[in-house]
């Protein structure tokens, strides 16, 4: 970088920020200030106020999830009815690019009732279906979130070796598009717009935010894995010899079923939660003061 082009980007204000914050690939929308100004982040202090929240709104927000919950374990059933065993949790959840993408989806929905309450919203069932009126770009955002994954070849959907080049890149992308349905729902943006956006704005700060993620797979997992263990035990004990035989699996197997089945609807459970975390840090990143919604 030549000299003057520091200058400028000291008295800009911008001699901190990350490169990839400055590549705009589409228009200027109203949230360039988070860019070229920046902000804190506070990634404990989100997951307490998304806890906050998810008590005042809790009838809303569990409401607003069963439709969701429902359409997991639709997936979830109609994957085990397919496989016809036991497999890893992993594979459940992360196994298909197309149930992925609709699961991230469906967990995003009920986050937005918990985003007006932040906003002061009194209309949780306005939220909500403003929400799912735009499932479309939701799922296209998706969709564009993990399509770098796939071609890594870090999910195995395509049958091929680990890309590994393109780990680093895949995982930015997925940490950058983070906000990119918050601001397709509530900043009304259009597909693109609201992709680059995200980018750019986690790009100023992306580690803060990838710090988020750290967090809640690691406890997430964790927890999920070890609350999946009783229903797993508890199915062992309960397995009759017609059910072995039926099944022509052992009780081991058995119990590996059940277990992995639980752990992955708890998981689905806490990602519904780290959508209202992602809620929460959006609205203090984005609308930090005067919060006023979008027309």
Known sequence: MSPASKNLREKLGLAHLNPLALLRLSPKTKFEHVVEKGYSTDVLGWFGEAWIV????????????LPSMIAAFFMIYLFYRQQGRATSTSVVLFGSYLRTVL???????????ALGALVKSEDTKRDYTDALWRLPGILLISAAMWVPIVYSGFMGELGVIVRWWAVPVAIYLAVAYSFAPYLAVDGRMDFWTALETSRRAVSRNWFGIAGMYAIYYLAAWVFSAALSMLPGIFSTILVVDEMTKKLRNDPIDIMYGFSNAFMAGLFYVFLIFFQIVLAT?????FR???YKKAA
């Open 54 to 65: 998810f008590k005042s709104r809790r009838n809303a927000i569990i409401l607003a999830s």
């Open 103 to 113: 699961i991230m989806s469906t967990t995003t929905l009920p986050s937005f009732v």
């Open 281 to 285: 840090a959006y609205v203090r990143i």
């Open 288 to 290: 930090p003061i005067g």
